[in-house]
């Protein structure tokens, strides 16, 4: 099993709509998780950096953890195609971090 | 702009032969993280130094090293080099020595190895 669980998509909406990406972990010692938005050959981008449970907003992005059920979420509000990549999730407890495989996200016109 | 910068963007190269790839981290930063990522393995940590010092190792083969120098730039040397090694390296960067408070990591734009 790996320690960082996401659904490789791709994950098709219309622009404007809400999307959730979601991953769950296994490793109790998890502490820190980030969010990565990763375009086709470039380096992943940080856009969430959360600590523990609960709610992070940053602009149309909201990141959300709930370790009692070790389950990661990031919302994305009023989606635009410039959304479309593929979202990294990922987690650590002051050692390596580990990375889910990815979500490819798609927003049509 | 990350702020982290890599040398060189592409790589093409024969297999038995041996690399060095060039990441030089963030102003301030202190650690450097090396990645490999492939299309069937996803991001996978390979090893972390810290103020030049190795802090963490992950799934780094005998065959590939690592340096990072007094003026904290680091070195990823790839040798013997076979088809299964062809993939993008990216080198990342954070304040702290350890992933948490101030752990966060910003990634270079990477390195795209083909080994023929």
């Known amino acids: 099993q790996k320690e960082v669980e996401q659904d490789p998509g791709p994950l098709s909406v219309p622009e404007g709509a809400i999307v959730s990406l979601n991953c769950t972990y296994s490793?109790?010692?998890?502490?820190?998780f980030m969010w990565y938005r990763q375009y086709s050959r470039k380096g992943p981008e940080l856009l969430m950096y959360?600590?523990?449970?609960g709610n992070k907003e940053d602009g149309r992005f909201t990141a959300q953890v709930d370790k009692s059920s070790k389950y990661i979420s990031l919302f994305i509000r009023d989606s635009q195609p410039s959304d479309s990549a593929t979202y990294l999730c990922?987690?650590?407890?002051?050692?390596?971090?580990?990375f889910g495989t990815g979500t490819r996200l798609l927003v049509s016109p | 702009d990350s702020g982290v910068t890599q040398t060189p963007k592409h790589l093409i190269t024969a297999t038995g032969q041996r690399v060095t790839l060039r990441c030089s981290p963030r102003s301030g930063d202190l650690s450097v993280y090396w990645y490999q990522q492939s299309l069937d393995q996803g991001l996978q940590f390979l090893i972390q130094y810290y103020n030049g010092e190795e802090r963490a190792k992950g799934n780094i083969l005998e065959r590939f090293s690592a340096q990072q120098f007094p003026d904290l730039h680091s070195e990823l040397n790839l040798s013997s080099l076979e088809l299964g090694d062809s993939a993008l390296y990216f080198c990342a960067s954070s304040v702290g020595g350890t992933s948490g408070r101030r752990g966060e990591q910003f990634f270079g734009p990477g390195t795209r190895l083909t080994v023929l």
């Open positions: 990922a987690g650590t407890g002051f050692q390596k971090l580990v």
């Open positions: 490793n109790s010692a998890f502490q820190y």
């Open positions: 959360t600590y523990s449970s």
